[in-house]
């Protein structure tokens, strides 16, 4: 079967992003890092590499592979990703390309995650002469597994966005003010699925956001945050629970989380799920 390359950028790039992850998903049950609801949640604010072109592979049944790339405030993101079981491009090839477009853009420092089950990437890696720095952890839950909701502790109520359409985004802060009209933006965004817990007086406590993708049945939670001052009240785990659940009633038959600290890890198994993969982040820096 032939494959052709091509460039996109902006809206068309972020299409084929999520064309791409969802057919890695549906090859492989739980190969690769990310969803399609990861790439989708990176499209909340505009940031410098969305009019940068991403490379992708594409055969006749859409892509098999890309070089998507996401820039932060302190180092540009690549992610080189190949759908399980295709073999053309070779990853080697991929990999090798994806260095090439983001030294590019951000030739002084870049940053790489990689798998820690990927033999082929996390090799690559090392003959690349990248440093392994920081990891994170991955969680899976199958949706009968989840745990039962609790209630929202005293003083607090739980709401989404068809509650509060028209008001302020509660992540506007930390995301910019246009994040609501960003996050519209996106295929798998589901209001119903963009919660907040507030106070009785109506101040922000927490927030969390849940992709469900119809495409390949999978939940994502991405991202939770509890304000600084209401931590160690249980509003974590109960809004938490209550966004898993609703990602079941929306028919998601498993579900995914990725986290940084034990605090995360613990959070998450306590609402079921368990951890089951590591992620190596692996830099370039010529600083």
Excluded at 3 to 22: C, H, I, Y
Excluded at 218 to 228: A, S, T, Y
């Amino acid at each position: 079967m032939s494959v052709r390359e091509v460039k996109a950028s902006g809206n068309e790039a972020l299409t084929l992003a999520t064309q791409l992850l969802q057919r890695a998903r549906l090859a492989d049950r739980v190969a690769g890092l990310w969803e399609a609801g990861d790439v989708q949640w990176s499209w909340r604010a505009h940031r410098e590499s969305d009019d940068a072109e991403k490379l992708f592979w594409l055969d006749e049944d859409g892509p098999v592979a890309g070089v998507l790339l996401t820039s932060w405030k302190q180092a540009w993101q690549c992610d080189p990703i190949v759908v399980p079981g295709v073999s053309t491009p070779d990853p080697e090839v991929v990999w090798n390309r994806a260095l090439e477009l983001v030294a590019e853009h951000s030739p002084h420092r870049f940053d790489v995650p990689v798998d820690d089950d990927d033999p082929i990437f996390t090799e690559l890696a090392g003959r690349s002469g990248l440093v392994a720095a920081e990891q994170d952890g991955t969680g899976w839950m199958d949706a009968d597994d989840r745990s039962a909701v609790p209630a929202m502790p005293d003083g607090f109520v739980l709401v989404d966005r068809t509650q509060r359409d028209g008001t302020p985004h509660p992540m506007r802060d930390r995301n910019g003010a246009k994040v609501a009209e960003r996050l519209a933006e996106c295929s798998l965004y589901d209001p119903s699925l963009d919660l907040a817990v507030e106070t009785a007086d109506g101040r922000l406590a927490g927030y969390s956001l849940y992709w469900f993708d119809p495409v390949t049945r999978v939940g994502l939670v991405e991202p939770v945050r509890i304000e600084d001052e209401f931590h160690r009240r249980g509003l974590a785990r109960a809004m938490v629970a209550a966004g898993v659940d609703r990602l079941a009633s929306k028919g998601a038959q498993r579900m995914k989380v990725s986290y940084e600290t034990e605090a995360a890890k613990a959070l998450y198994r306590g609402v079921g799920f368990q951890p089951t993969s590591t992620t190596t982040w692996y830099s370039m820096s010529s600083e």
